[in-house]
């Protein structure tokens, strides 16, 4: 049973540039939210898609915007990249009993130069 | 609103030693509450969970007990090897939110040295 996959791996982006991030969820998850993970510090909620909405939204700039395609899978789009982007991007799978807990992908390693 | 307070790191420790990751939260509801592990370049994998007061999670000689009364889940472990050294976060989620977001601590880092 295939978990949660994110592509690419590692990506390096220049300053202003735009990138876009993937995401496939474990089987059987409709829930896709997507984590941003500074060095050193805990992962922060960036947003949660559902049925190919917007579900939920963390503190996080319109720079930030994302989509959920009917097969569940996601993606996030960052615009006008900034230094302070750089961080390592989380997806996690769940489903509407996310209380059980969630299923995250090994992430991508955003550089921003 | 709802947060997540780990002891800070780094904890380095011997092998066989005994392992004790304090972590306490504040939530405006019941929520439910997990340790993640993040080893060396990789994402977060789900260690243990507890979903209402005093259930213990388990899994790979790692424990924590859900303690409504002190707000504290920590996780603890009899003897660690080298192959625990990793980042270790705790984390909530309000169950009574249905796909409520996670909110995490800041993450301890264990060393564990032969």
């Known amino acids: 049973d295939a978990g949660v996959t994110q592509s690419p791996t590692h990506l390096i982006k220049t300053r202003g540039q735009q990138v876009t991030l993937r995401c496939s969820p474990k089987s059987g998850h409709d829930t896709v939210s997507w984590y941003q993970q500074a060095l050193g510090q805990g992962p922060q909620f960036i947003f949660q898609?559902?049925?190919?909405?917007?579900?939920q939204r963390g503190n996080f700039p319109d720079r930030f915007s994302g989509h959920q395609f009917p097969n569940y899978s996601s993606e996030l789009n960052v615009n006008a990249l900034l230094l302070g982007d750089s961080a390592l991007y989380l997806c996690?799978?769940?489903?509407?009993?996310?209380?059980?807990?969630?299923?995250f992908g090994s992430g991508t390693r955003l550089t921003v130069v | 609103g709802n947060s997540v307070t780990q002891m800070e790191g780094p904890v380095t420790l011997s092998e066989e030693a005994f392992l004790t990751i304090n972590c306490t939260y504040t939530a405006t509801g019941y929520p439910s509450l997990f340790w993640y592990v993040q080893y060396p370049g990789e994402g977060l994998q789900l260690l243990l969970k507890?979903?209402?007061?005093?259930d213990k999670g388990s899994n790979k000689g790692f424990e924590a007990t859900y303690r409504k009364e002190t707000t504290s889940f920590h996780l603890e472990k009899g003897s660690v090897q080298v192959s625990d050294s990793a980042v270790y976060f705790c984390?909530?989620?309000?169950?009574?939110?249905?796909?409520?977001?996670?909110?995490f601590g800041k993450g301890t880092r264990l060393s564990v040295i032969a």
């Open positions: 984390a909530l989620s309000d169950r009574n939110s249905g796909n409520t977001p996670l909110v």
């Open positions: 507890a979903t209402k007061a005093d």
């Open positions: 898609y559902y049925e190919e909405e917007e579900r």
């Open positions: 996690a799978s769940s489903n509407d009993r996310a209380w059980r807990g969630y299923t």
